[in-house]
Antibody, heavy 117, light 107 residues
C-alpha cells in the first residue's frame, strides 16, 4: 500500500523559499512512476505544481516554472519541492501524489503552508 | 495549457436525485480524464479514470461518459455520503490541469 506523508514549515514570510518533503512508504520511488505536488489555496480548487521521475526528469507548471525546483532522493525514498520568492498567493494546502498511468490514485494527507509577515 | 471548464460550480440536490456534472476540455484529450471527490479537510479521492473506468472500491452509482471534448460524471442516486466537491483532471500529457470544482450541496 503506497503511503505519502508531507512535511515542512507551516509558516513562511514573504520572499522566503518554501521547502517541502514527501516521505514515501510501501513502494520504492526507484521502481518507477512520476511523483508530484499539487496545491489548494483555502476555499479554492486544485493546482498541479510539478512532477518528477526517479531518474530526475521533471515536468513543471508553466505558471510556476520560474520559481519551482523538484528533486528526488531514492536512498531515503522521498522527494522534495522548493518554491522561491513566496507571497500570500502561495498560501495553500500542499499535497504530494503518485500517478498511475498519469492519473492520481495516491495522495498524501496534505500540509498547510501559510505565507504571512 | 489544456484548460478544463467544469460546470456547475455549485449544485443543490436531495438524497436519491440523479446528479450530473460536466467538464469540457479546451482541446482533444482523448479519454484521458479522471474524476475526484473531495470532502472538507481531506485529500481528493479518485473515483473514475480514463473517462469511464470506475476505481476499485467506488460505488457503482458513480459513472463517467464522454462526447468529444465534453465529459460527464453522473451519480445515479445521490447518497448522504456523496455531498462533497468534485473535480475533473485531464492527463493527456504530464502537464495536468483540473476543473474548477463542483460543490454538491444538500437541497
Amino acid at each position: 500500500q503506497v503511503q505519502l506523508q508531507e512535511s515542512g514549515p507551516g509558516l513562511l514570510k514573504p520572499s522566503e523559499t518554501l521547502s517541502l518533503t514527501c516521505a514515501v512508504s510501501g513502494y520504492p520511488i526507484s521502481s518507477g512512476y512520476y511523483w508530484g505536488w499539487i496545491r489548494q489555496p483555502p476555499g479554492k480548487g486544485l493546482e498541479w505544481i510539478a512532477s518528477i521521475y526517479h531518474n530526475g526528469h521533471t515536468y513543471y507548471s508553466p505558471s510556476l516554472k520560474s520559481r519551482v525546483t523538484m528533486s528526488v532522493d531514492t536512498s531515503r525514498n522521498q522527494f522534495s519541492l522548493k518554491l522561491s520568492s513566496v507571497t500570500a498567493a502561495d498560501t495553500a494546502v500542499y499535497y504530494c501524489v503518485r500517478e498511475r498511468e498519469r492519473y492520481l490514485p495516491y495522495w498524501g494527507q496534505g500540509t498547510l503552508v501559510t505565507v504571512s509577515s | 495549457d489544456i484548460q478544463m471548464t467544469q460546470s456547475p460550480s455549485t449544485l443543490s440536490a436531495s438524497v436519491g436525485d440523479r446528479v450530473t456534472i460536466t467538464c469540457r476540455a479546451s482541446q482533444s484529450i482523448s479519454s484521458w480524464l479522471a474524476w475526484y471527490q473531495q470532502k472538507p479537510g481531506k485529500a481528493p479521492k479518485l473515483l473514475i479514470y480514463k473517462s469511464s473506468n470506475l476505481e476499485s472500491g467506488v460505488p457503482s452509482r458513480f459513472s463517467g461518459s464522454e462526447s468529444g471534448t465534453e465529459f460527464t460524471l453522473t451519480i445515479s442516486s445521490l447518497q448522504p455520503d456523496d455531498f462533497a466537491t468534485y473535480y475533473c483532471q485531464q492527463y493527456e500529457t504530464y502537464l495536468w490541469t483540473f476543473g474548477q470544482g463542483t460543490k454538491v450541496e444538500i437541497k
